[in-house]
């Protein structure tokens, strides 16, 4: 067995209802190593929440195991699962803090549970106030905080138990973009200065490219797609990755004539080549013009990325002179064929299904 | 009467009631907190379901809830004349109290543990709290402010409980309000006992509501 501190084998959910068994996830199979910060996208409904609570059986799997670092989780009692959860801490949408307790009363909860004595935990909750930034807030209640802070406090309470890992669930989606920047910033700091592993839970595509190394697209309860970010961004190889990354290029109507369907590319820009004037030098060196479709321009983990659509020149020569002149720039690129939709149309010629 | 009789009749007559009151109300809370509780996580959305124990306790809370309390007092007065001895005054009555109003407390102290968050149940469960933990520290402690409002009420429908027990003889306010107010035709006795009733209502309930919101730390 490799290095995985956390895997997923066959986990399967089942919920009973009126209207007879839902299947909520279905025979996932799941292998995240330590110090990953492991992105789980899906549209809501698709089962995320409830991939994320099998972790650590807040949601019981109907079937499958769950191994943390090394121990097998499903089925052992509920005294050793309570060991083993004070290992795994878990961030939430809504924050849960105790609103009765303060700041610093709520970063000592855990540690309290734990059996920490008390002078210890206190010294340690100042501590870790000050890592979320928080030291002059210690006395606050969280009905006096703002979400960003509330958050910074609910991350402070998750590092308390030292976790070999943590769960977020959604844990920006109640933020507001400036915010969400700066929770993300201190995910990921403690996820590279301490080796914590993060399982990211999220609908947001920018939450994964700010934060994870590896992601997982989950749709209606399996995973469809998996890797690092980087390559799933470039070449997203099923029709929900492309949605994810893509999402504004689904309600895109291109009204019928008024853009060109033929001779169109799609173009990746790694790091090297996002921060060169690429079109304008094309247009310039090839003195032909090309028609601009879609562009999109994005920092995964601080590295530029883009995608750009483009039609090339009706001038069959001038046409090839272009592509010559991508291909000499380093710039991958795609034809994409006529009469299909250039979103559902994957990058590197990846042949598997492009349409549902 | 002259007044000194009255005064000393009323004096000794309220702290009875208030004996009745305050006795009754801890022993009910002694029993219909842990009740209340065990209502609370056996639910089937609790953090420990247990459909057959919280169905029967549930049905158990209902009935006994249902009988009137002066009913349910006559019922059970040879009862209680066998396990205390007596059938009539404060005693016997503060008996009879506690066994109307513990299911009530029960379901105040069940609907009071509703309101608290259950993200913050699910926080705890997820960083390895026991049972007895998420109980104690999670549920009692964010419930507590409306703990502290249901105790208002539940006391203040003791008091209430314990001036209808005037009626069997209990002693205390209402017995004075019957006996003077009804069976000797003084009407003046009568409104006395109502406004030193009324009194010890608005107290408790203005106390119990400054006590809960003192003690909530979500409105600052």
């Known amino acids: ?356 | 009467m002259d007044m000194q009789t009255l005064f000393s009749l009323l004096g000794e007559e309220t702290l009875k009631t208030l004996y009745m009151t305050f006795i009754g109300t801890l022993v009910s809370y002694l029993i219909g907190l842990p009740i209340g509780v065990s209502l609370i996580i056996t639910s089937p959305n609790g953090i420990k379901p247990l459909g057959f124990y919280n169905k029967v306790m549930g049905f158990i809370v209902n009935v006994i809830r249902s009988v009137p309390f002066l009913i349910l007092m006559i019922a059970l007065m040879p009862y209680i004349r066998i396990v205390i001895g007596t059938g009539i005054g404060p005693k016997a009555i503060t008996a009879a109290l506690i066994v109307a109003a513990a299911p009530f407390v029960a379901r105040l102290v069940e609907q009071s543990l509703l309101e608290v968050d259950p993200g913050v149940i699910e926080a705890a469960q997820a960083m390895g709290a026991s049972t007895f933990q998420i109980i104690w520290k999670v549920l009692l402690l964010e419930g507590r402010p409306s703990l502290l409002n249901g105790a208002a009420v539940a006391t203040i429908n003791i008091l209430g409980y314990s001036a209808m027990a005037g009626t069997v003889g209990g002693g205390g306010l209402g017995d004075v309000a019957i006996r003077y107010g009804l069976y000797r035709f003084q009407p003046a006795i009568m409104w006395i006992t109502i406004v030193i009733l009324v009194i010890m209502v608005q107290i408790l309930q203005e106390v119990g509501i400054r006590i809960a919101a003192r003690m909530d730390n979500r409105i600052n």
């Open chain 1, 1 to 356: 067995m490799s290095d995985y501190i956390i895997s997923l084998q066959g986990v399967t959910k089942e919920f009973d209802t009126k209207n007879g068994k839902v299947v909520a996830l279905n025979d996932i199979n799941l292998d995240i190593e330590r110090g990953d910060s492991y992105g789980i996208i899906g549209l809501s409904g698709a089962g995320k929440s409830t991939l994320v609570r099998t972790i650590n059986l807040l949601e019981q799997p109907t079937d499958g195991r769950v191994v943390f670092d090394g121990k097998t989780l499903t089925g052992i009692g509920s005294r050793d699962l309570n060991i083993q959860r004070r290992k795994i801490s878990m961030i939430f949408q809504q924050f849960n803090l105790l609103m009765q307790r303060d700041a610093i009363g709520n970063i000592c909860f855990p540690m309290e549970i734990a059996g920490v004595p008390k002078a210890q935990a206190r010294a340690k909750a100042e501590e870790l106030l000050k890592v979320v930034d928080l030291e002059d807030r210690a006395h606050s209640f969280p009905s006096q905080l703002s979400g960003g802070q509330k958050q910074r406090v609910a991350i402070a309470r998750a590092l308390a138990s030292d976790p070999e890992v943590i769960l977020c669930d959604e844990a920006t989606s109640a933020l507001d973009p400036k915010t969400t920047r700066s929770i993300l910033r201190l995910l990921r700091q403690i996820n590279e200065e301490r080796g914590i592993t993060l399982v990211v839970i999220t609908h947001e595509m920018n939450v994964i490219k700010q934060l994870c190394n590896k992601v997982a697209v989950i749709e209606n309860g399996e995973i469809v797609e998996r890797g690092d970010v980087q390559e799933i961004f470039a070449k997203p190889k099923t029709r929900a990755a492309r949605k994810l990354f893509f999402p504004d290029s689904e309600e895109r109507e291109t009204p019928e004539g008024r853009t060109a369907t033929r001779n169109r590319l799609r173009l990746a820009f790694n790091e090297k080549t996002a921060y060169k004037p690429i079109i304008s030098n094309m247009i310039l060196e090839t003195g032909a013009p090309v028609n601009l479709l879609y562009a999109n321009m994005d920092a995964l983990l601080d590295e530029q990325k883009g995608q750009m659509v483009i039609c090339l020149s009706d001038d069959h020569d001038a046409a090839e002179r272009q592509k010559a002149f991508l291909i000499r720039e380093g710039v991958d690129f795609t034809e994409i064929p006529e009469e299909s939709d250039y979103y559902d149309y994957p990058l590197n010629g990846f042949s598997e299904e492009v349409s549902e």
